[in-house]
């Protein structure tokens, strides 16, 4: 579900969650699988067509730049409140494609650089 936010002056913020799955068959035939987790943060135009078009289960290709934890330099790690260690890589989005669903692809790019404000979302 996206999450749809404002800076103070204004500016269009929307942060949602991805999975990405792996399975496989281990050498003895059992089936394996990981789930990667990916928060998103997109904005200006872009999150506001993320906010009114995502949904959960719904399919897209993000494309983007990873952000490092600034003390680890991989994903953003933490203690969840069962006790077992968390990790979340975070990225950036400059384009969101909308895959599958109604038959309906489109993508949506954000325009022009990333400017450094947004590095840190100021809430």
């Not at 949602?16 to 399975?23: E, K, L, W």
Request: proline content about 7%.
């Amino acid at each position: 579900v996206p999450e749809m936010r404002y800076t103070p002056d204004g500016t269009p913020v929307c942060n949602f969650s991805v999975a990405t799955n792996r399975r496989w068959t281990n050498g003895d035939g059992t089936p394996g699988e990981e789930t990667t987790w990916f928060r998103i943060t997109t904005w200006r135009r872009l999150a506001e067509v993320c906010a009114q078009y995502l949904s959960k289960g719904r399919q897209v290709l993000v494309e983007g730049h990873l952000r490092p934890d600034s003390e680890t330099g991989g994903p953003r790690v933490w203690t969840g409140n069962d006790g077992q260690a968390r990790a979340s890589f975070e990225l950036t989005a400059q384009s969101v494609k909308f895959l599958g669903g109604r038959g309906d692809a489109a993508a949506y790019q954000e325009e022009g650089p990333a400017a450094e404000e947004e590095d840190e979302i100021p809430f």
